[in-house]
C-alpha cells in the first residue's frame, strides 16, 4: 500500500533506480535543479535536508515555500508530489499550487490519481478554497487525474512553444 512520506534519505537507492528511468526528463514534483547532487550519499541528505526545509524557506531566490511528499511503498520510492503554498505570476500562469511525478515503471497503478487526491486533502487542511493544478496539453493521462479530482478547466495558455491545460479544483 502507497503511502505520503516526508523526503528522508533512507530511500537513496530507491530515488536513484527511479532516476535512472527518468532518463533525463524532468521530474516533475521532485524539487530536482540542475546543481543538485542527488547521486552522492552527502549530496542527496543536503537535497532532502532542503526539500524538508521548503515548507518554512524557499529552496531558491524566487522559488516559493513548498510542501514535498515522496510517494513509497515499504523502502520503494515511486514518485513525488509538491504543494507550492502561494502563486507567483509564473506560476499562476503555468505551473499552478501542485506538481506531481510518477516514476516510469510504477505508472498505470492510480498513484497520480490518489497522490493528487492526498494533496487537496492538505490544502483544505491549511484552509485554502481553491488549488490550481497545470498539465501539458499534449498528457491526457495527466488532465485525467486533475479531472478525477474535480479540476475544472479553465483554460489553455501558451508558455513558447507548450500549450498548457489550467484546471481549478474547488476546496469546499
Given at each position: 500500500?502507497a503511502?505520503?512520506?516526508?523526503?528522508?534519505?533512507?530511500?537513496?537507492?530507491?530515488?536513484?533506480e527511479?532516476?535512472?528511468?527518468?532518463?533525463?526528463?524532468?521530474?516533475?514534483?521532485?524539487?530536482?535543479?540542475?546543481?543538485?547532487d542527488?547521486?552522492?550519499?552527502d549530496?542527496?541528505?543536503?537535497?532532502v535536508?532542503?526539500?524538508?526545509?521548503?515548507?518554512?524557506?524557499?529552496?531558491?531566490?524566487?522559488?516559493?515555500?513548498?510542501?514535498?511528499?515522496?510517494?513509497?511503498?515499504?523502502?520503494?520510492?515511486?514518485?513525488?508530489?509538491?504543494?507550492?503554498?502561494?502563486?507567483?505570476?509564473?506560476?499562476?500562469?503555468?505551473?499552478?499550487?501542485?506538481?506531481?511525478?510518477?516514476?516510469?515503471s510504477?505508472?498505470?497503478?492510480?498513484?497520480?490519481?490518489?497522490?493528487?487526491?492526498?494533496?487537496?486533502?492538505?490544502?483544505?487542511?491549511?484552509?485554502?478554497?481553491?488549488?490550481?493544478?497545470?498539465?501539458?496539453?499534449?498528457?491526457?493521462?495527466?488532465?485525467?487525474?486533475?479531472?478525477?479530482?474535480?479540476?475544472?478547466?479553465?483554460?489553455?495558455?501558451?508558455?513558447?512553444?507548450?500549450?498548457?491545460?489550467?484546471?481549478?479544483?474547488?476546496?469546499?
Open positions: 500500500m503511502e505520503l512520506v516526508t523526503p528522508d534519505t533512507r530511500f537513496h537507492r530507491s530515488f536513484l527511479s532516476h535512472a528511468e527518468w532518463e533525463g526528463a524532468v521530474q516533475d514534483g521532485a524539487g530536482i535543479h540542475d546543481d543538485d542527488v547521486l552522492t550519499p549530496g542527496f541528505a543536503e537535497f535536508e532542503s526539500l524538508v526545509a521548503a515548507e518554512t524557506t524557499p529552496r531558491r531566490p524566487g522559488l516559493v515555500t513548498d510542501t514535498y511528499r515522496w510517494i513509497v511503498e515499504g523502502d520503494e520510492y515511486l514518485g513525488s508530489v509538491s504543494f507550492r503554498h502561494e502563486l507567483t505570476d509564473f506560476l499562476r500562469n503555468f505551473g499552478g499550487h501542485v506538481g506531481y511525478g510518477i516514476r516510469p510504477a505508472r498505470g497503478r492510480g498513484l497520480a490519481t490518489w497522490s493528487l487526491a492526498r494533496t487537496v486533502d492538505l490544502a483544505r487542511g491549511r484552509g485554502y478554497d481553491r488549488i490550481l493544478v497545470v498539465c501539458h496539453d499534449d498528457n491526457p493521462a495527466s488532465a485525467r487525474v486533475i479531472e478525477k479530482n474535480g479540476g475544472v478547466l479553465e483554460d489553455l495558455r501558451r508558455n513558447g512553444d507548450q500549450l498548457l491545460r489550467r484546471y481549478w479544483i474547488a476546496l469546499d
